[in-house]
C-alpha cells in the first residue's frame, strides 16, 4: 500500500484542528494503520524534545503519541518560539537556525520549504497515513504567496484537505462559504470535505445547515463532531486556552501561577489542574498575588530577562518577597528557577543587549545564558521525597551558587536545581515532572496539600482513545481515508 495523507485546515485558529488530527492520528492507529503526523509550521512556546534530540511543537508530540509512534523533529519541521511581538526563534528540523522579525521571516520564508517537503518525505517512507495540521486559515489570502503553513504546502506535495469549521463561536456556515470564496480555483479544488466542530445540542437542529453546505460548496459534510468534554484533560497547544484557567476554584491547597507574557511549557502545571485537591488559578500582569496563596510557580519563559522585567514592572516581585515572609512557597520551572537567582547575565545577546540584570533574589545562585540549547529527555530522583521523575529539559544556559548545593533533584550524578537555606523557595530545570504520580503525590503531600490516586498518563491514554471512538463515531473516516491522496 502506498503511503497516503490529507490535510486539515481551518475556517480559522483554534478550531479544534489539533485535538481532531490527535484524535485522527489514535483511530487510523487503532485500525492498523501506521500513521504519522505532520505541521509544517507552527507557532507555539510550548515545545517537546523528541525521540531524536530536537523539539517540536507540544501539539505535534501528543498527536505522536496518539498515533503510537516516537515524536521526531520531522513531524514538525519549522516551529516559530515567539520572543518578542515582532520576532521569533526559529527553529528547523529540530534545532535553532535563526532569530528573525517577522517581516524577515515573511519575506524569506520560502528557503525553509526543502526542509519541510525532506521531513515529509522522510515520515512518507515509515508511514500507511499523514495526518498534516495546518495552522491559522487558508483564507488568509494576504499570506498566500509564500505559504508554508497551508495551501501552499499543500501544493508542494500534491496532497487534498479537508476544511474545520468550529460551530461554537458562530457563524461556521459563513465561515466555510467564505473561506473557499476568497481562495483561488486552484486552492479551492484542493479542499475535499468540510467538518463541523464543537457541537451543542440536537445535531439534527443542523441539518438545513449542512445542507446549505453541501449544495453551496460542493463538497460533502465528513462529519459534525459534538463537544468533546474530556478535551480539557489533554495539553493544549495555545496560551490562549489560558483564559479558561485563569479563575478556578478556590478550595483546596491554593496555587497561583504568573502567567508571564511569553510563558512557555504551561502544559507543566496540567496534572496539577486535575488534582481534586488543589485549587490552580493563572495570574494575569497587573493582577495581585492573592494574600491566601500557598504556592507561587513561576513557569518556563521564551525570554526569561524580559519576562523578568514584566514581573518586576507589575509588582510581582515585591509580593513573592511577601509572600515567602509569611511562609508561603515558590516555585520556578526552567525560566522561572532562572528569574529566582541574584542575576542572569546574557554575555552574548541571546535575548537582546549584552549584559546582566537583577534577580528576584530569593535563590542564592547566579544564571548564564549560553548559546548551546539543552534538549534532553530525563529521569531524575527528586532528592526531598526520593522519587523517581521523569521529564525533559529545553533550556539555554547554567546556574550556578550556595543554594545548588540544597539541589531540588539528581539526574544520575548530576545536581539539578536549588532550594533556600529556609526551604520555602526552589527552582528546577526539569519540564513536565509533575506528570510522574509519586512525585507529584509526595511533593503535594510535602507541603501539607492532599493528593489523589490521579494517574496521570493513564488518564491522557484513556482520553485518547474515548477522542478516537468519538470521532468513530460522528466522522465518516472511510471517506477520509478514500479521499486522501498517495505521495
Not at 524577515?104 to 495526518?131: C, G, W, Y
Request: overall charge negative.
Amino acid at each position: 500500500m502506498k503511503p497516503r495523507a490529507f490535510m486539515l485546515m481551518g475556517t480559522g485558529s483554534d478550531v479544534g484542528k489539533s485535538l481532531v488530527a490527535a484524535g485522527l492520528c489514535r483511530a487510523f492507529a487503532k485500525r492498523g494503520l501506521k500513521v504519522m503526523p505532520f505541521k509544517p509550521q507552527n507557532m507555539s512556546n510550548n515545545a517537546a524534545v523528541t525521540s531524536d534530540g530536537g523539539e517540536i511543537s507540544r501539539a505535534q508530540a501528543l498527536q505522536a503519541r496518539a498515533a503510537q509512534q516516537p515524536a521526531t523533529v520531522h513531524m514538525n519541521p519549522v516551529l516559530l518560539k515567539p520572543e518578542t511581538t515582532t520576532g521569533a526563534q526559529v527553529i528547523v528540523q529540530g534545532k535553532r537556525a535563526a532569530t528573525m522579525t517577522a517581516r524577515d521571516f515573511f519575506k524569506n520564508r520560502q528557503q525553509f520549504m526543502p526542509a519541510i517537503v525532506e521531513s515529509f518525505r522522510t515520515l512518507a517512507e515509515h508511514a500507511d497515513l499523514i495526518i498534516v495540521e495546518g495552522a491559522g486559515s487558508p483564507a488568509e489570502v494576504n499570506l498566500r504567496d509564500g505559504d508554508l503553513a497551508n495551501m501552499g504546502f499543500a501544493k508542494a506535495v500534491n496532497i487534498p484537505a479537508f476544511l474545520v469549521g468550529d460551530i461554537h463561536r458562530g457563524g461556521v456556515i459563513a465561515s466555510i462559504v467564505g473561506t473557499l470564496a476568497v481562495l483561488n480555483p486552484e486552492d479551492q479544488a484542493r479542499l475535499k470535505g468540510f467538518i463541523i466542530n464543537k457541537f451543542h445540542g440536537d445535531v439534527t437542529l443542523f441539518e438545513n445547515g449542512k445542507t446549505y453546505l453541501t449544495e453551496s460548496t460542493k463538497l460533502p459534510c465528513l462529519g459534525i463532531i459534538p463537544h468533546f468534554p474530556a478535551a480539557r484533560n489533554l495539553p493544549a497547544e495555545d496560551a490562549v486556552a489560558l483564559e479558561d484557567m485563569l479563575v478556578t476554584d478556590s478550595k483546596g491547597y491554593k496555587i497561583c501561577v504568573l502567567k508571564l507574557p511569553r510563558i512557555a511549557n504551561f502544559d507543566d502545571l496540567d496534572p496539577l489542574r486535575l488534582e481534586p485537591g488543589v485549587s490552580v488559578r493563572f495570574l494575569e500582569l497587573g493582577q495581585p498575588i492573592p494574600g491566601d496563596t500557598d504556592l507561587v510557580i513561576i513557569p518556563g519563559s521564551k525570554s526569561t530577562m524580559a519576562d523578568l522585567a514584566a514581573v518586576r514592572a507589575t509588582g510581582w516581585d515585591i509580593d513573592l518577597w511577601a509572600l515567602v515572609r509569611r511562609g508561603g512557597r515558590v516555585l520556578g520551572l526552567c525560566g522561572g528557577y532562572q528569574m529566582l537567582g541574584r542575576t542572569v547575565h546574557d554575555p552574548e545577546s541571546l535575548e537582546g543587549t549584552a549584559g546582566s540584570v537583577k534577580g528576584l533574589g530569593l535563590l542564592d545562585l547566579e544564571t548564564t545564558l549560553l548559546p548551546e540549547k539543552t534538549l534532553t529527555r530525563i529521569t531524575a530522583t527528586h532528592v526531598a521525597s526520593d522519587q523517581k521523575i521523569e521529564g525533559y529539559e529545553i533550556h539555554l544556559g547554567n546556574s550556578l551558587g550556595p543554594d545548588c548545593s540544597k539541589p531540588f533533584a539528581r539526574i544520575g550524578s548530576a545536581d539539578d536545581g536549588a532550594t533556600s537555606a529556609d526551604g520555602l523557595v526552589s527552582g528546577t530545570y526539569i519540564h513536565g515532572c509533575f506528570a510522574s504520580d509519586g512525585f507529584r503525590s509526595a511533593y503535594l503531600k510535602s507541603l501539607g496539600a492532599s493528593s489523589s490516586d490521579l494517574a496521570f498518563e493513564s488518564l491522557i491514554e484513556k482520553t485518547l482513545d474515548e477522542l478516537a471512538a468519538h470521532l468513530e463515531q460522528h466522522l465518516d473516516l472511510d471517506r477520509m481515508l478514500e479521499l486522501a491522496g498517495e505521495v
